[in-house]
C-alpha cells in the first residue's frame, strides 16, 4: 500500500509540476498499466492455451493464472482515466488540428481519431474481461459438481478467445503504443508486443506459484513444474528476441530514415545502454542461466532469473514508450514511480480472486496427471 | 565367453517400470529397457546419469556459430568486399541468419550423428532387434554375467511384473530369430550406402580440384555454342553468294518489315518528285502540334529560330537558314520539306536519325504553324485545381 500512495502521490505532483513532468507522468501511468495489462491478459492466454491442447500438466496451479485475470477491470479503468486525461500529452494524433495539417498523418484521421479509438478498447477489454470470467466461471462450477462438460466447454470458448484475443491484441498494441509514434510503421509490432507479454507472463507466474507456495497459499506444484515453465519461459524468451531483431534486421537493412528513426531514438546516447540492458536481461540472461537442467527446478534460482526477466520487461516497455515522449532517454526514470503505485493495485485484487475459489482445481479430470508430472 | 540374457517382454509400460525397478532393488544387472517410444520415469528408474548429448548438441552449436560469422565475415569483408545496401563490410546484423541457422544445422545434425555413434549404429553393423519393441510390446533385458545370478528368481520377477513373454538366451541366440536383420549386412542397400559414403567425398573433393582455377582468367565455357555461332558473321567472306560476301542487298523491289516507301535521292528533282506525290498524314490538332513543337525546339529551333524567322541562337557563327515566312519557304510543299529533313539540303544535314517518320510529319505541320504567323499554335491546357497552382505556373 505505501509503495502504491508513493506511485500516485508522485504521478498527482508530476501532474502540476510542469508540463513536461505531466507528460512523463502520464507515460509512466501507461508504462504500467500495459505492463500489468500483460501480465494478466497472459493469465488468460495461459489457461486458454490449457485448454485448448487438453494440457494437463498445469491443472494443479490453474488457479494462479486465473487470479492473475484479476486486474483485468482495473486495467481498463486507468486506460479510461489515460484517455480521457492525458491523450493529448501522449499521443500526437489526438490534436486534430495539428493532424490535418501533417502530410504524413492526415490519411491516417480515419483510423486514429478519438472516438474510433475509444470503441476499439471498449470492444478489446469487454472481450477479455468476458472471456476470463467465462474461462473462470466454468472452472470453479466444476469444483462443486465435477461434470466433465464444463472441461469441453472451456475448450471451445479458449478457441473463441485466442481468435478473438489475436485480432483486439493487435489493435491495442497498434493504438496503445505504436500510435506513440504515429508516422512510424512497423507490421511485426503486434508480434513483438506479444512476445514480451509472454515473455513477463511466464516470469510473473513462476514468481507467484514460488512465493504463494512459500506463504502456504498453494501446494502441490513440484521441480517438474517449474522445469515445464522454466523452459517455456527460455521458450518465450528466445521468441521474443527473435521477433526483435527480425524487427531489427529488415530495418536496419532497408536504411530508410522513416524507419531507422525508431531505432535512431532508441540507440543514440544513453538509449545505447538501455536497449543493450533490454537485449541482456529479456533474453541473454534466462538464454544462459537457465541452460543448467538443477537451475530449473530450483525455485531460488527461477526467483532471480524471473526478477531480471520482469525488470527486463520494464525497460522494454520503457523504451517503447519512453523515448518518443521525451529525450534524453533517462529522463522518463520518473515514470518508473508511477509504475509501482500499480502493483498493490495488481496484486491486492489476485490474491482477493485466488482465496475466494479452492486453491487447487479439486475435479478437474486432468488433475492427476498434473501430480504426476514427471519430466 | 558369451553373454547371457533374460528378456522379459511386457505389454503395458507400468509393468515394464515396475520391473525394472524392481530387479535393480534386488540388485541384478539390467542390461537395457526397450520401448517404443519415450516413458517418462524410465531413465530414472534404469538410474541413467543425465544425457551428455546437450553437451555435444552446445559445442556443436557453438561450432556452427563460429563458423557462420567467420565465414561471412571473411568472404564479405576480407576476400571479396562488396558493399551491399550502403552498409558496412562487416555488418553483423546481416550475419546473423545465416549464423543462426548453422548453429541449429550443425547442432541438429552432429547430435544426431554422436547418438548413432555412440548406440553403435553404422551402416553394415548388424544389431540385433528384438521383436515387436517397435511396435507394441515393452522389453527388459537382464544380463546373467555373473554366476550367482539366480535365474529362476529373475523369471518369476519379470512373470509376477506382469512379462506376457520370457526368453532367455546368450546374444547369438536372441538374435537368431532375426536373421533379416543381421543379414542386412549383405544386402544390395548397404552395399549402395557404403558406396555413397566413399564416393560423395571423391565426387565432391574431385570436383573441386577440377574447377580450381587462376581467377584472373576470364572463365571457362564448356559448351561453347552459344560463343561460336555457326552462322556467318556479317562482315565475313562468304562463298555461297555469287558476290563473296555475306551481307547482302535487299531484293530489287521489296522493302523489310516497318521499312517506309521513300525512293528518292538527294537531289532537286526528287524532292520535287516527293513534294508532289508525299502527302502529310497528321492532322494538325493540338496534341501533334505540342509534339512537333518540342521536337522542333529541339532540333530545328537552333538554326532556324522559335518563330521560323531563320534566327537561331547559332546564327551568327553559321550561315543563316531561310526564313520560313519568305515567299520562298511559303511555295513548299510538306513532301519537299519532307525530303529536306531527311536527306537534308544544301548546309543542313540529315535528321533521318534524329527524328523519326512520324516526328518529321510533325515538326512539318508544326513549321506550317508558325508561317500562319500564330507563335504560340499550341494552346495551353488549362492547369486543374484552381488558381493558386495557375499563378504559380504562370
Given at each position: 500500500?505505501?509503495?502504491?500512495?508513493?506511485?500516485?502521490?508522485?504521478?498527482?505532483?508530476?501532474?502540476?509540476?510542469?508540463?513536461?513532468?505531466?507528460?512523463?507522468?502520464?507515460?509512466?501511468?501507461?508504462?504500467?498499466?500495459?505492463?500489468?495489462?500483460?501480465?494478466?491478459?497472459?493469465?488468460?492466454?495461459?489457461?486458454?492455451?490449457?485448454?485448448?491442447?487438453?494440457?494437463?500438466?498445469?491443472?494443479?496451479?490453474?488457479?494462479?493464472?486465473?487470479?492473475?485475470?484479476?486486474?483485468?477491470?482495473?486495467?481498463?479503468?486507468?486506460?479510461?482515466?489515460?484517455?480521457?486525461?492525458?491523450?493529448?500529452?501522449?499521443?500526437?494524433?489526438?490534436?486534430?488540428?495539428?493532424?490535418?495539417?501533417?502530410?504524413?498523418?492526415?490519411?491516417?484521421?480515419?483510423y486514429?481519431?478519438?472516438?474510433f479509438f475509444?470503441i476499439r478498447a471498449v470492444i478489446s477489454?469487454?472481450v477479455?474481461?468476458?472471456?476470463?470470467?467465462?474461462?473462470?466461471?466454468?472452472?470453479?462450477?466444476?469444483?462443486?459438481?465435477?461434470?466433465?462438460?464444463?472441461?469441453?466447454?472451456?475448450?471451445?470458448?479458449?478457441?473463441?478467445?485466442?481468435?478473438m484475443f489475436g485480432v483486439t491484441f493487435l489493435f491495442s498494441s497498434v493504438d496503445w503504443i505504436m500510435s506513440?509514434?504515429?508516422?512510424?510503421?512497423?507490421?511485426?509490432?503486434p508480434?513483438?508486443?506479444?512476445?514480451?507479454?509472454?515473455?513477463?507472463?511466464?516470469?510473473?507466474?513462476?514468481?507467484?506459484?514460488?512465493?504463494?507456495?512459500?506463504?502456504?497459499?498453494?501446494?502441490?506444484?513440484?521441480?517438474?513444474?517449474?522445469?515445464?515453465?522454466?523452459?517455456?519461459?527460455?521458450?518465450?524468451?528466445?521468441?521474443?528476441?527473435?521477433?526483435?531483431?527480425?524487427?531489427?534486421?529488415?530495418?536496419?537493412?532497408?536504411?530508410?530514415?522513416?524507419?531507422?528513426?525508431?531505432?535512431?531514438?532508441?540507440?543514440?546516447?544513453?538509449?545505447?545502454?538501455?536497449?543493450?540492458?533490454?537485449?541482456?536481461?529479456?533474453?541473454?540472461?534466462?538464454?544462459?542461466?537457465?541452460?543448467?537442467?538443477?537451475?530449473?527446478?530450483?525455485?531460488?534460482?527461477?526467483?532471480?532469473?524471473?526478477?531480471?526477466?520482469?525488470?527486463?520487461?520494464?525497460?522494454?516497455?520503457?523504451?517503447?514508450?519512453?523515448?518518443?515522449?521525451?529525450?534524453?532517454?533517462?529522463?522518463?526514470?520518473?515514470?518508473?514511480?508511477?509504475?509501482?503505485?500499480?502493483?498493490?493495485?495488481?496484486?491486492?485484487?489476485?490474491?482477493?480472486?485466488?482465496?475466494?475459489?479452492?486453491?487447487?482445481?479439486?475435479?478437474?479430470?486432468?488433475?492427476?496427471?498434473?501430480?504426476?508430472?514427471?519430466? | 565367453?558369451?553373454?547371457?540374457?533374460?528378456?522379459?517382454?511386457?505389454?503395458?509400460?507400468?509393468?515394464?517400470?515396475?520391473?525394472?525397478?524392481?530387479?535393480?532393488?534386488?540388485?541384478?544387472?539390467?542390461?537395457?529397457?526397450?520401448?517404443?517410444?519415450?516413458?517418462?520415469?524410465?531413465?530414472?528408474?534404469?538410474?541413467?546419469?543425465?544425457?551428455?548429448?546437450?553437451?555435444?548438441?552446445?559445442?556443436?552449436?557453438?561450432?556452427?556459430?563460429?563458423?557462420?560469422?567467420?565465414?561471412?565475415?571473411?568472404?564479405?569483408?576480407?576476400?571479396?568486399?562488396?558493399?551491399?545496401?550502403?552498409?558496412?563490410?562487416?555488418?553483423?546484423?546481416?550475419?546473423?541468419?545465416?549464423?543462426?541457422?548453422?548453429?541449429?544445422?550443425?547442432?541438429?545434425?552432429?547430435?544426431?550423428?554422436?547418438?548413432?555413434?555412440?548406440?553403435?549404429?553404422?551402416?553394415?553393423?548388424?544389431?540385433?532387434?528384438?521383436?515387436?519393441?517397435?511396435?507394441?510390446?515393452?522389453?527388459?533385458?537382464?544380463?546373467?554375467?555373473?554366476?550367482?545370478?539366480?535365474?529362476?528368481?529373475?523369471?518369476?520377477?519379470?512373470?509376477?511384473?506382469?512379462?506376457?513373454?520370457?526368453?532367455?538366451?546368450?546374444?547369438?541366440?536372441?538374435?537368431?530369430?532375426?536373421?533379416?536383420?543381421?543379414?542386412?549386412?549383405?544386402?544390395?542397400?548397404?552395399?549402395?550406402?557404403?558406396?555413397?559414403?566413399?564416393?560423395?567425398?571423391?565426387?565432391?573433393?574431385?570436383?573441386?580440384?577440377?574447377?580450381?582455377?587462376?581467377?584472373?582468367?576470364?572463365?571457362?565455357?564448356?559448351?561453347?555454342?552459344?560463343?561460336?555461332?555457326?552462322?556467318?558473321?556479317?562482315?565475313?567472306?562468304?562463298?555461297?553468294?555469287?558476290?563473296?560476301?555475306?551481307?547482302?542487298?535487299?531484293?530489287?523491289?521489296?522493302?523489310?518489315?516497318?521499312?517506309?516507301?521513300?525512293?528518292?535521292?538527294?537531289?532537286?528533282?526528287?524532292?520535287?518528285?516527293?513534294?508532289?506525290?508525299?502527302?502529310?498524314?497528321?492532322?494538325?490538332?493540338?496534341?501533334?502540334?505540342?509534339?512537333?513543337?518540342?521536337?522542333?525546339?529541339?532540333?530545328?529551333?537552333?538554326?532556324?529560330?522559335?518563330?521560323?524567322?531563320?534566327?537561331?541562337?547559332?546564327?551568327?557563327?553559321?550561315?543563316?537558314?531561310?526564313?520560313?515566312?519568305?515567299?520562298?519557304?511559303?511555295?513548299?510543299?510538306?513532301?519537299?520539306?519532307?525530303?529536306?529533313?531527311?536527306?537534308?539540303?544544301?548546309?543542313?544535314?540529315?535528321?533521318?536519325?534524329?527524328?523519326?517518320?512520324?516526328?518529321?510529319?510533325?515538326?512539318?505541320?508544326?513549321?506550317?504553324?508558325?508561317?500562319?504567323?500564330?507563335?504560340?499554335?499550341?494552346?495551353?491546357?488549362?492547369?486543374?485545381?484552381?488558381?493558386?497552382?495557375?499563378?504559380?505556373?504562370?
Amino acid at each position: 500500500m505505501g509503495l502504491g500512495a508513493a506511485g500516485f502521490l508522485t504521478f498527482g505532483v508530476s501532474l502540476l509540476l510542469s508540463p513536461q513532468a505531466a507528460q512523463r507522468a502520464w507515460a509512466g501511468l501507461l508504462l504500467g498499466n500495459i505492463f500489468f495489462l500483460s501480465l494478466s491478459l497472459f493469465g488468460v492466454i495461459f489457461v486458454a492455451l490449457m485448454y485448448i491442447f487438453n494440457s494437463g500438466w498445469a491443472v494443479i496451479f490453474r488457479r494462479v493464472p486465473e487470479a492473475m485475470a484479476a486486474y483485468l477491470p482495473f486495467a481498463a479503468l486507468v486506460m479510461a482515466v489515460i484517455f480521457l486525461g492525458g491523450r493529448t500529452y501522449l499521443y500526437p494524433w489526438a490534436d486534430a488540428l495539428a493532424m490535418a495539417e501533417n502530410p504524413h498523418l492526415h490519411h491516417k484521421a480515419a483510423y486514429l481519431n478519438a472516438p474510433f479509438f475509444m470503441i476499439r478498447a471498449v470492444i478489446s477489454f469487454a472481450v477479455w474481461i468476458g472471456f476470463s470470467r467465462l474461462l473462470a466461471y466454468h472452472s470453479r462450477l466444476q469444483d462443486e459438481n465435477g461434470d466433465l462438460t464444463h472441461t469441453l466447454q472451456n475448450r471451445k470458448y479458449a478457441a473463441i478467445f485466442l481468435l478473438m484475443f489475436g485480432v483486439t491484441f493487435l489493435f491495442s498494441s497498434v493504438d496503445w503504443i505504436m500510435s506513440l509514434e504515429p508516422e512510424w510503421v512497423s507490421t511485426i509490432f503486434p508480434i513483438y508486443i506479444f512476445a514480451g507479454l509472454l515473455l513477463g507472463g511466464f516470469a510473473a507466474l513462476i514468481i507467484l506459484l514460488i512465493k504463494f507456495q512459500e506463504n502456504d497459499l498453494l501446494s502441490g506444484v513440484t521441480h517438474h513444474h517449474y522445469y515445464e515453465l522454466a523452459r517455456a519461459l527460455c521458450a518465450a524468451s528466445l521468441f521474443w528476441a527473435y521477433i526483435w531483431f527480425s524487427q531489427y534486421m529488415l530495418i536496419y537493412y532497408t536504411n530508410i530514415p522513416e524507419e531507422s528513426i525508431y531505432f535512431a531514438r532508441r540507440f543514440t546516447g544513453a538509449g545505447w545502454w538501455f536497449s543493450l540492458l533490454n537485449l541482456s536481461l529479456n533474453w541473454i540472461v534466462p538464454q544462459i542461466t537457465l541452460i543448467p537442467d538443477r537451475a530449473r527446478r530450483s525455485p531460488r534460482h527461477l526467483l532471480a532469473v524471473c526478477g531480471a526477466v520482469l525488470l527486463g520487461r520494464f525497460i522494454d516497455l520503457y523504451l517503447l514508450i519512453m523515448p518518443p515522449i521525451g529525450q534524453p532517454i533517462y529522463s522518463g526514470l520518473l515514470g518508473g514511480i508511477v509504475f509501482l503505485g500499480l502493483l498493490p493495485l495488481f496484486i491486492l485484487p489476485l490474491i482477493h480472486t485466488y482465496r475466494s475459489a479452492k486453491p487447487i482445481p479439486e475435479r478437474d479430470p486432468y488433475l492427476v496427471e498434473s501430480i504426476h508430472l514427471h519430466v | 565367453m558369451t553373454e547371457r540374457y533374460v528378456i522379459g517382454y511386457f505389454r503395458e509400460e507400468k509393468d515394464l517400470l515396475h520391473a525394472t525397478g524392481e530387479a535393480r532393488r534386488r540388485g541384478y544387472r539390467v542390461l537395457d529397457a526397450f520401448s517404443p517410444y519415450p516413458v517418462h520415469g524410465l531413465p530414472d528408474a534404469l538410474g541413467l546419469p543425465p544425457s551428455r548429448l546437450t553437451w555435444i548438441g552446445m559445442w556443436a552449436g557453438i561450432i556452427g556459430l563460429v563458423l557462420g560469422l567467420v565465414l561471412q565475415s571473411w568472404t564479405s569483408d576480407y576476400d571479396w568486399p562488396l558493399i551491399v545496401g550502403g552498409q558496412p563490410f562487416n555488418s553483423w546484423p546481416v550475419f546473423v541468419p545465416v549464423s543462426f541457422e548453422l548453429t541449429v544445422l550443425l547442432a541438429g545434425v552432429i547430435g544426431v550423428v554422436a547418438l548413432f555413434m555412440r548406440s553403435k549404429l553404422w551402416p553394415g553393423r548388424a544389431v540385433p532387434i528384438l521383436p515387436h519393441i517397435t511396435d507394441d510390446r515393452f522389453a527388459l533385458a537382464i544380463n546373467l554375467v555373473d554366476a550367482s545370478a539366480d535365474t529362476e528368481d529373475i523369471l518369476s520377477l519379470l512373470r509376477a511384473s506382469g512379462a506376457v513373454e520370457v526368453v532367455q538366451g546368450d546374444e547369438m541366440a536372441l538374435s537368431a530369430p532375426l536373421e533379416r536383420a543381421a543379414g542386412q549386412g549383405n544386402s544390395l542397400f548397404y552395399r549402395l550406402a557404403w558406396a555413397g559414403v566413399v564416393l560423395i567425398p571423391i565426387v565432391t573433393l574431385g570436383g573441386l580440384w577440377m574447377a580450381r582455377r587462376d581467377l584472373t582468367l576470364p572463365n571457362i565455357v564448356v559448351p561453347t555454342q552459344m560463343v561460336d555461332s555457326p552462322a556467318s558473321r556479317a562482315q565475313e567472306p562468304n562463298a555461297v553468294f555469287a558476290n563473296g560476301m555475306t551481307q547482302q542487298q535487299p531484293v530489287a523491289g521489296t522493302l523489310a518489315q516497318n521499312q517506309r516507301f521513300f525512293p528518292y535521292k538527294s537531289n532537286d528533282a526528287d524532292r520535287k518528285r516527293a513534294g508532289l506525290s508525299m502527302t502529310n498524314p497528321f492532322r494538325p490538332d493540338p496534341e501533334s502540334l505540342k509534339h512537333g513543337k518540342q521536337l522542333y525546339d529541339t532540333f530545328c529551333m537552333i538554326c532556324h529560330g522559335a518563330s521560323g524567322g531563320g534566327d537561331g541562337p547559332v546564327v551568327p557563327k553559321f550561315p543563316n537558314p531561310p526564313n520560313f515566312r519568305s515567299k520562298q519557304s511559303l511555295r513548299l510543299r510538306d513532301g519537299e520539306m519532307f525530303h529536306t529533313i531527311t536527306l537534308g539540303r544544301k548546309k543542313m544535314a540529315s535528321y533521318a536519325s534524329q527524328v523519326s517518320w512520324d516526328e518529321r510529319w510533325k515538326i512539318i505541320l508544326y513549321i506550317r504553324s508558325l508561317q500562319k504567323g500564330s507563335l504560340s499554335p499550341a494552346p495551353a491546357a488549362k492547369p486543374a485545381g484552381g488558381t493558386r497552382q495557375a499563378i504559380a505556373v504562370r
